[in-house]
Nanobody, 130 residues
Framework: QVQLVESGGGSVLAGGALSVSCTVSGYGSRRFCMGWFRQAPGKEREGVATLYTGESGTRVADSVKGRFTLSHDGAKTTFYLQMNSLKPEDSAMYYC???????????????????????WGQGTQVTVSS
């Protein structure tokens, strides 16, 4: 059984930094896509940053490029989203998610709604005040 447990988040002033982490279990040696998504009140959930454990590199949305960084530990079981230069429009509930099979990080970032199955973390709130 796949499980995702998030931690981190919180409140910060604009220009500040926060990080969130997601610990994933249940995949064993299987490759999977992992990503961070966010949803603000009244808005659709959107992809923020993703990766595929079977390839190197990460993908980030244009709206956070240069400010957010997705990384992982050596075992690829804990994933981190470092968020710098935060803006009020970054305020949202942040969710980590995984899926397999996966066509790659870019696919997961933009086509995640087409995944056969998605596993979600419990969500963590990020609030940026001006």
């Amino acid at each position: 059984q796949v499980q995702l447990v998030e931690s981190g988040g919180g409140s910060v002033l604009a220009g500040g930094a926060l990080s969130v982490s997601c610990t994933v279990s249940g995949y064993g040696s299987r490759r999977f896509c992992m990503g961070w998504f966010r949803q603000a009140p009244g808005k659709e959930r959107e992809g923020v940053a993703t990766l595929y454990t079977g390839e190197s590199g990460t993908r980030v949305a244009d709206s956070v490029k240069g400010r957010f960084t997705l990384s992982h530990d050596g075992a690829k079981t804990t994933f981190y989203l470092q968020m710098n230069s935060l803006k009020p429009e970054d305020s949202a509930m942040y969710y980590c998610a995984t899926t397999t099979p996966c066509a790659g990080g870019a696919w997961f970032l933009y086509s995640w709604k087409g995944a056969n199955s998605l596993n979600w973390g419990q969500g963590t709130q990020v609030t940026v005040s001006s």
